[in-house]
């Protein structure tokens, strides 16, 4: 390792070889700190992957219907996880550098400089060897490191005056002595620091390779590693959604979309143009037959550009089940898919938001219900129970009465229609089903914080509390997993409440996502003016279908007029008269000059007389007097302060004109 600074002769920097190292050694053991995030993220993934219990990847089985997805999910967040280029790099670039720093700091310990000065162990001798040992010792030495037998070999050098410097600290008295008391022969020394670099990066063989390695770290790599984040980063908006996707909804949305409108306007997503172009033929003929068997569920297409087109068609497969006829290559772009579609419906309510319309809104909510259960627009409610199908669906409604799936759940199960020819294991599914679905209370009211009267008047801040309580949730226990067998990733239950004009403007739209048994959600907005009105109220599940809730919110709204007159108490008007705190500091910055004009009046009544004082009946101010006449001078001060400045705006501007 090569040794930087010290004395004239290198004795300084060898006997405080421990500071010369020691900003090296803390870089070793300091810098190593940033890597330490990036390994808790890799072992993060690699323990969720290999370790994580079946609640936390969400693949449980409640129902037989679910087997197949937690199996299926179960595999999908094994090392597969970890088969992705980000983390990848992240893993090559991070064990890349523990390997150096590991390097640099076991350099450091093996081949860094000694912590102190030690005769005997440069000279390579016992401590406390004999003279004669110390000088064969030395003979042995500077002979070998002699700079004639060594030339252009700066380590040799060094190395010869240390053993000079070794043999006098042993051998002369004062140095003897010096080292003895400061540790160095030369006597007590100043603290020098410096940093130790490795002996490779000063080797003059060595400067084109570190400068090329140098260049090409900082003008290329670090450039380019900012350019791709940046340009990467910039793509993307609110809840990680790309504004060529923002764009393209705005593009395509307004007050008349359609739910079945809405599975085109998906597949058109900026994330999913690249993974949907067709690659081959036979990717298109693939296309082409599965568009033959949805075709009769699709609305029209506007577009048929194949990436649109192929993502179109594969959502109609999901959302009208069959998708067991794709090829693997399409069932994983569906996936891919189905993987963003969540946060990309929540994109579009966000948009229809931005419009003001109501309707698109609660028709990008339902269209996120379909995609969660399988579903489709004219499919039965009933389909989303574990095992049903049409037939089903079928003996269900040609029985009495639990013919909706909010009516069914609560049915008895010996009244129950549809189960006759179900196992028993199948109709303990269903019963469990119903234990799962969503069985809500919803109560509403209306009211004005501090208000002293039950009456809304105009300008009014109101509230709308909607309260959600969730029957099929014992007290102190949270609501499980959406239960959602078709769709291929967990599902946290939520509810959208939104409020609404008769005309279909939104007053206000939000997602709650808590998952408690009882939920309150409140919605502000300002009282109209005066008149009756009705709003809407819509609380809309975000993965079942059939449990809409809609109800009017009726306000009537008193004109601000009627108000009883505020009167004023007297306190506070009493607040009024005291100065405020710019008063104050002007007053005390003009106490002086009241004091010194003060004085000079004073000076001139004096030569009046006294009588002259009597006869015109002065007397003393009081206090409340005082204080209420310097206010008054300081705000008739700050006032001709004011206009002086104007004053003199004004003059220069007139002297500007003149000129």
């Known amino acids: 390792m090569r ?9 300084g920097d060898m006997s405080r070889k421990l500071y010369s190292f020691s900003p090296f050694v803390k870089f070793t053991h300091t810098k190593p700190l940033h890597t330490y995030t990036a390994w808790y993220s890799i072992i993060r993934k690699v323990r969720i992957a290999l370790f994580s219990s079946d609640e936390e990847l969400g693949a449980i089985s409640r129902t037989t219907a679910e087997k197949q997805k937690a199996i299926e999910l179960k595999k999908a967040s094994g090392l597969k996880t970890l088969n992705s280029t980000g983390f990848i790099v992240n893993f090559v670039l991070t064990v890349l550098c523990s390997v ?10 093996s081949n860094g400089e000694v912590n102190t000065f030690d005769p005997f162990t440069i000279l390579q001798i016992d401590t406390g060897a ?3 040992e110390i000088k064969k010792a030395y003979k042995k030495m500077s002979l070998k490191f002699h700079p004639d037998k060594n030339p252009n070999n700066p380590q ?16 002369n008295p004062v140095a003897k002595d010096n080292w003895e008391k400061y540790g160095n022969p030369d006597g007590k020394q ?7 670099l490795p002996e490779f990066l000063l080797n003059v063989d060595n400067r084109n390779l570190v400068l090329l390695t140098y260049l090409t770290v900082m003008v290329l790599l670090v450039p380019a590693a900012v350019w791709s984040y940046y340009s990467n980063s910039s793509k993307f908006g609110e809840k990680d959604v790309m504004y060529d996707t923002y764009a393209w909804f705005h593009h395509n949305m307004n007050e008349h979309t359609l739910t079945k409108s809405l599975p085109e306007v998906l597949a058109g997503s900026a994330e999913f143009r690249e993974r949907n172009i067709p690659k081959n033929q036979s990717d298109k003929e693939e296309i082409g037959k599965i568009l033959a068997r949805v075709k009769q569920h699709m609305q029209k297409p506007v577009y048929t550009h194949p990436v649109v087109l192929k993502g179109n068609v594969l959502l109609h497969a999901h959302l009208t089940r069959e998708t067991k006829v794709l090829a693997e290559s399409s069932k994983e772009d569906l996936q891919y898919m189905l993987r963003y579609s969540s946060s990309l419906i929540d994109a579009m309510i966000s948009v229809c938001k931005h419009q003001e319309s109501l309707t698109s809104a609660l028709n990008c909510i339902k269209f996120g219900q379909y995609v969660a259960q399988g579903m489709w627009i004219k499919d039965s409610e009933l389909l989303q129970l574990p095992h049903f199908t049409e037939i089903e669906v079928g003996h269900v409604a040609k029985g009495k009465g639990g013919k909706t799936i909010k009516e069914y759940i609560v049915t008895p199960t010996e009244s129950k229609k549809g189960l006759k020819d179900f196992t028993t294991e199948q109709k303990e599914d269903i019963s469990k089903c119903c234990d799962i679905l969503p069985n809500l209370t919803i109560v509403s009211k209306v009211y004005v914080d501090d208000d002293e009267d039950d009456n809304v008047y105009e300008g009014d801040l109101c509230t709308v509390q909607v309260t959600l309580t969730r029957n099929n949730v014992t007290e102190g226990d949270k609501t499980g997993l959406v239960h959602a067998p078709r769709f291929p990733f967990p599902r946290r239950e939520a509810w959208w409440v939104a409020l609404g004009t008769r005309e279909g403007k939104i007053i206000s739209i939000d997602k709650v996502t808590s998952d408690a048994r009882v939920v309150t959600h409140k919605i502000k907005f300002l009282a109209p003016r005066a008149g009756d009105y009705d709003f809407n109220l819509h609380v809309l ?9 809609e109800e ?22 009493e607040l009024d008269d005291e100065p405020t705190l710019f008063e104050e500091m002007m007053n005390a910055n003009v106490e002086a000059d009241s004091d010194s004009e003060e004085e000079e009046d004073s000076d001139d009544e004096n030569d009046d007389g006294d009588d002259e004082s009597e006869e015109d009946g002065i007397r003393e101010l ?12 300081a705000r008739k001060k700050a006032a001709a302060a004011a206009g002086d400045d104007t004053d003199s705006d004004d003059d220069d501007v007139e002297e500007l004109h003149a000129d």
Do not use: C
């Open 190 to 196: 100043s603290l020098a620091v410096s940093i130790g």
């Open 552 to 573: 009017v919110v009726r306000l009537t709204t008193q004109d601000a007029s009627a108000l009883p007159e505020y009167k004023v108490h007297p306190d506070d008007a």
């Open 156 to 171: 040799a050098e060094a190395t010869f005056m240390m053993v000079a410097k070794a043999y006098e600290a042993l051998t």
């Open 100 to 109: 150096i720093f590991l390097w640099l700091y076991l350099s450091v310990q």
């Open 3 to 11: 040794r930087l600074g010290g004395g004239d002769d290198g004795v």
């Open 130 to 132: 004999e003279l004669k």
């Open 622 to 633: 009081t206090e409340e007097e005082s204080k209420k006449r310097e206010l008054l001078k």
């Open 541 to 549: 599940s975000n993965a079942y279908v059939g449990f809409d809730h």
